[in-house]
Each structure stands twice: as C-alpha cells, then as structure tokens.
C-alpha cells in the first residue's frame, strides 16, 4: 500500500490547520506557503476536505478554514480514507472485488492481516497526538 501525494498533504494541511487556527481561519495561502505545497493543489485536497465535512470555509476578511472538531476528534484513518478511498493492500482484504479463488485461498489472510495492523496505526492516531509529537519535536519553534 502506497498512500498518494493528496493523502500525505491533507495530513500535512489537517495539522497545520491544528496547529495555527488558534480560533480564527487559516489562509489557505499561508499553508501553502508553510508546508511548500501549490495552491491550487491545496484546494483540490481541502475541497475534498470540506465535503467529507472535515474542514469548513470561512469567506470575506479573515477567511480561510478551520477544523469541523477539535483535533481529538479526528484520526488519522479518516483523514487518509477521505483522499485515499480504502486503505487495504488489496481489494479482497476488505471483502470488496474478491476474486473466484477466494474461499479457497491462503494470501487473502495476509493481506487481512496487513491491513488489520495499519487500521490499527491509523485509526488509533489523533489529529491531537500528531499535534503533541510538533510540539515536542520543535517546541516553540514555528517548522510546519
């Protein structure tokens, strides 16, 4: 399993929303321009974003977005799953596409078992826990 560019952005642009909303909207430009992504990128990850009703949009001054929840509430499976779609190595592990050999193969176990320890990772890792892991890695410090 592979998880795209979209995927790997829409983490990076959910945690800086997290980090730096601080209550008020985030310029999409400004998360652009912090986490060196193109604009027009960002806005074909946040429009998907913002239909899954994971961010929502603020218009006029002081636009931007800003997280539906607080960072608790969002893991970080459901982030991925919103650009990715399913996040099991093959089709048959979640029980979608099974071929004509599937009642009598062994693989399919290990593919359920692959994809068992990655909704394991990801569905137990917060928005929040990656927020903490910032600030313990830069502290006051602005890198994202």
Known sequence: MKISTKGRYALRLM?????HSEGSAVPLR?????QEISDKYLEQIVTQLSRAGLVRSVRGAGGGYLLTRT???YTVGEILRVLEGSLAPVSCADGVGCCERA????TVE???????AVDGVVDHLTLADLVRRYHEKFGGRTRL
Request: glycine share 4%.
């Open 71 to 73: 960072p608790e509430g």
């Open 110 to 116: 290990v593919w359920r078992e692959i994809q068992a």
């Open 15 to 19: 945690l800086d929303l997290a980090i």
């Open 30 to 34: 400004d998360v652009a321009q912090r």
């Open 103 to 106: 009642d009598r193969c062994v």
